[in-house]
């Protein structure tokens, strides 16, 4: 059973756009959504996250946008940068003592210069 | 910045060789995790770790074991090694919310 679902599998945008990442969820108890960003041959880097308690969270370039009624989020990149090409994965957990987070599949994201 | 170091890097083995995965953090963190990844597809946790002599299993079935002796070291270990364990492994600390991931082990069993 995939708890978070994650779309689309792979995106590509030309520079400046603004890519969009979307994440659904099943389990009503999570209260907490990071999205990882990951480079080939490295380790996922935190990049953003938030709580359901916001419907909006801005860091930078990217903006997570979440939905509590949908049980959806979203990662918004603006100004897109070929640098910014690489994999990111949203995630879930519940509780604030363990934090197993569940991961999405994965978006494969590509900036055209 | 997290400071989470993983070894080897890379590692190409026999089948049947008995292998340890290093994972150090410098952090301080209690909770600690390992995860399994094909290239490019999703992460999967294998084995977490609540404090010292705490070790659970996750929610991917796992051939390998794990050991919590030192808050600051979690190493994984495979007893016999198969084709089938070829992949990326990542180890992961975090004090709360957030989860810090090293760099990750590649690990190639031929």
């Known amino acids: 059973q995939q708890q978070v679902k994650q779309s689309p599998q792979s995106l590509i945008v030309q520079k400046g756009g603004i890519p969009i990442i979307n994440c659904a969820y099943e389990?009503?108890?999570?209260?907490?959504f990071p999205w990882y960003q990951q480079f080939p041959g490295k380790g996922p880097a935190l990049l953003i996250a938030?709580?359901?308690?916001?419907s909006e969270k801005k860091e930078g370039r990217f903006t997570i946008s979440f939905n509590k009624s949908a049980k959806q989020f979203s990662l918004h990149i603006m100004d897109s940068q070929p640098g910014d090409s690489a994999t990111y994965f949203c995630?879930?957990?519940?509780?604030?003592?363990?934090?197993?987070?569940?991961f999405g599949q994965g978006t494969r994201l590509t900036i055209n210069p | 910045e997290a400071d989470i170091y993983q070894t080897p890097r890379y590692l190409v083995i026999g089948t049947g060789k008995k292998i340890t995965l290093e994972c150090s953090q410098t952090?301080?963190?209690?909770?600690m995790y390992w995860y399994q990844q094909d290239p490019g597809m999703e992460l999967h946790l294998i084995h977490y770790s609540y404090g010292v002599n705490s070790t659970e299993k996750g929610d991917l079935s796992s051939e390998s074991t794990v050991s919590r002796i030192r808050t600051e070291h979690f190493p994984l270990t495979l007893e016999s090694a198969r084709p089938s364990h070829t992949s990326q492994y990542l180890c992961?600390?975090?004090?709360?919310?957030?989860?810090?991931f090293g760099p990750g082990t590649r690990l190639t069993v031929t």
């Open positions: 995630a879930a957990s519940k509780g604030s003592g363990a934090q197993k987070l569940v």
């Open positions: 938030i709580r359901p308690d916001v």
């Open positions: 992961a600390s975090s004090d709360a919310p957030g989860q810090y």
């Open positions: 952090m301080g963190h209690d909770k």
């Open positions: 389990n009503t108890a999570f209260d907490y």
